[in-house]
Structures are given as C-alpha cells and as structure tokens.
C-alpha cells in the first residue's frame, strides 16, 4: 500500500467517501469515539458510510453528566453500532488509591499507569475482542504536536491502518459541519488522561 500516494489521492475527498473507501479494502474495521464537543460529526460520517461499522467508546467513568447526555442523544438519533468498553476498577476505588487524578507534570509514573488502567487496558480489551485492520478515528492534524506528524492514512505502532476521514479540517470546518446537519453535542468535556488541551490521551501513541 502506498500511503504517501494514497494520502494525496484522498486529501481532497469527502469524510464520508474517506470512510467509504476503508470499507472497500476487505479489512476489519472499527471507528473511536470520546463523545468529546463535535464527536457527532465523526460518528454522521461513519453511521452514512456504513452504520455496521463497530464504533468503541472507552467510557473512563470520569466524563461529566453533559457528556453522557450528549452521548445518549447522539447514539439514539445516530444509532451507531457501539461497542462500550470500561476499566476493571471504578473511578470511585481509583480515586480512593491513588488520591485523585494525577497530573502528568507532578508525577509521571503514576499518570502512566492510570492511562493505562482507564484508556489504554479497556481499548487493548476492544483490540483483542473485534481484532481491527483499520481503524477510523476523528483525530485533526491541528489537534496536537503529535498529530501534525501523521496524515489521513498512516500505520500505527501496532500494525493497524489508522484512518482520519477529517484529518485536514479545522475546528471551524467541524463546527459548519455540525451545524448544517443540526448534530447535537456536549458542551462539557473532561478527558482525565489528557488533563489539559494540547495533550495525547494514549491511545493513537501507545505500542
């Protein structure tokens, strides 16, 4: 496969077509989502590509209550084919060892392993269970430093095709999007892995 010829080739095509295409390869697929603000317009792209499309959601238990209600919303009027996944232990036990949310500067080796504990271990168990070729994600080349480096299609560190069907829009471009379509979306977003903007969760930088 081609991907810097295929990255071209896609660069200039529709999210939906993008995603059509992956479809077309003959591979597993899966597609992510955080129901972070704008996640609908991702999962209107996968549910009109092909709404078989298993879409896993790491539910880290630490999402505020607009985020659930927006979740909810969002998949009863999408009616993505979800596939919820969650950590071992409860925010609450979590919390109660490890005092809280660590901050990646203070203390490093203890935010590593709750990004383990609440992303990176429930999607490994996602991994194993639908075991993904392609993976179609909504991550944004303008997001982060990490994902400047990437492009449309890229190959991750597992073996997997990662596909980001809006990897060159900006913020404004998704908002456009969802507005044209009226997708609904929350307001309130917490990721407990990232803790500031700017940051990686672990799941598109894990090995």
Same mark, same amino acid.
């Given at each position: 496969?081609d991907l @810097?010829?295929? +990255?071209?080739?896609?660069? +200039?095509? #529709?999210?939906?077509?993008?995603?059509?295409? /992956?479809?077309?390869?003959?591979?597993?697929?899966? %597609?992510?989502?955080?129901?972070?603000?704008? #996640?609908?317009?991702?999962l209107?792209?996968?549910? #009109?590509a092909?709404?078989?499309?298993?879409v896993?959601?790491?539910?880290?238990?630490? +999402?505020?209550? =607009?985020?659930?209600?927006?979740?909810?919303?969002?998949?009863?009027?999408?009616?993505?084919?979800?596939?919820?996944?969650?950590? *071992?232990?409860?925010?609450?036990?979590?919390? @109660?060892?490890?005092?809280?949310? !660590?901050?990646? =500067?203070?203390? !490093?080796?203890?935010?590593?392993?709750f990004?383990? *504990?609440?992303?990176?271990?429930p999607?490994?168990?996602?991994? =194993?269970d639908?075991?993904?070729? $392609?993976?179609?994600?909504?991550?944004? *080349?303008?997001?982060?430093?990490?994902?400047?480096s990437?492009?449309?299609?890229?190959?991750?560190?597992?073996?997997?095709?990662?596909? @980001?069907?809006?990897?060159?829009?900006?913020?404004? *471009?998704?908002?456009?999007?969802? %507005?044209?379509?009226?997708? !609904?979306?929350?307001?309130?977003y917490?990721? !407990?892995?990232? $803790?500031?903007?700017?940051?990686?969760?672990?799941?598109?930088?894990? /090995?």
């Amino acid at each position: 496969m081609d991907l @810097a010829a295929l +990255n071209q080739t896609l660069k +200039n095509e #529709a999210p939906v077509d993008i995603v059509r295409w /992956a479809t077309t390869l003959g591979k597993s697929i899966i %597609a992510t989502t955080s129901f972070a603000p704008n #996640a609908a317009a991702m999962l209107h792209v996968i549910t #009109a590509a092909d709404a078989t499309i298993p879409v896993v959601w790491i539910d880290s238990g630490y +999402n505020v209550p =607009d985020t659930y209600r927006a979740a909810e919303i969002i998949m009863e009027r999408l009616k993505p084919n979800m596939q919820i996944y969650i950590p *071992q232990w409860t925010a609450e036990r979590r919390s @109660a060892i490890m005092g809280g949310i !660590p901050h990646p =500067d203070d203390d !490093p080796d203890v935010h590593e392993e709750f990004t383990r *504990q609440v992303k990176l271990e429930p999607f490994q168990k996602a991994l =194993d269970d639908l075991q993904p070729e $392609v993976w179609v994600s909504g991550i944004r *080349q303008e997001e982060t430093e990490f994902r400047k480096s990437l492009d449309i299609l890229s190959i991750d560190n597992r073996g997997i095709l990662k596909v @980001a069907p809006f990897f060159y829009w900006t913020e404004e *471009q998704v908002e456009g999007y969802m %507005a044209l379509n009226k997708l !609904p979306s929350c307001k309130h977003y917490f990721d !407990p892995t990232k $803790v500031e903007d700017g940051r990686e969760c672990g799941l598109h930088t894990a /090995a």
